[in-house]
């Protein structure tokens, strides 16, 4: 016969309590001395609850400190944005002489070609590199 268990409001309490502070449900469950289908079945408002008044919490001081000023609030407004506003940084890579990196390239491609040739003794290549016209 399955162990009865009561909902008790001491161990709702720590529950909503241990969820802020974003105990896993492993843990919380050692620490109340239930089970997990125990700690889902009695007290699941408690871990929702717990998990957003400390997400509530901890946005509501991020928000604070990035409308403040200094450099604590450049760092927080940055993360905000990314989070919250979908920016994003991006990165660019301009390269203004193809011709000059082309050239590069297949002087690279011929250190290596020769390379292998002499670590393997011969003349033949063992592979090739095809050029496409742009």
């Known amino acids: 016969?399955?162990?009865?268990?009561?909902?008790?409001?001491?161990?709702?309490e720590m529950v909503k309590s241990l969820s802020g502070l974003g105990i896993t449900h492993e843990q919380m469950c050692a620490i109340v001395k239930i089970s997990r289908p125990t700690l889902y079945k009695y007290y699941q408002e408690e871990l929702q609850e717990g998990k957003a008044n400390a997400n509530a919490q901890v946005a509501r001081n991020l928000f604070r400190i990035a409308t403040g000023s200094g450099r604590e609030a450049v760092t927080a407004s940055i993360f905000w944005l990314k989070t919250?506003?979908?920016?994003?940084?991006?990165?660019?890579?301009?390269?203004n002489n193809?011709?000059?990196?082309?050239?590069?390239?297949?002087?690279?491609?011929?250190?290596?070609?020769?390379?292998?040739?002499?670590?393997?003794?011969?003349?033949?290549?063992?592979?090739?590199?095809?050029?496409?016209?742009?």
């Open 1 to 12: 016969m399955p162990k009865l268990v009561n909902r008790e409001e001491s161990v709702a």
């Open 84 to 95: 919250q506003a979908k920016w994003k940084e991006t990165e660019v890579i301009e390269i």
């Open 98 to 134: 193809v011709a000059e990196q082309d050239e590069q390239f297949r002087k690279l491609i011929s250190h290596v070609r020769q390379s292998k040739l002499s670590e393997k003794g011969g003349d033949e290549p063992t592979y090739r590199v095809v050029q496409q016209s742009p």
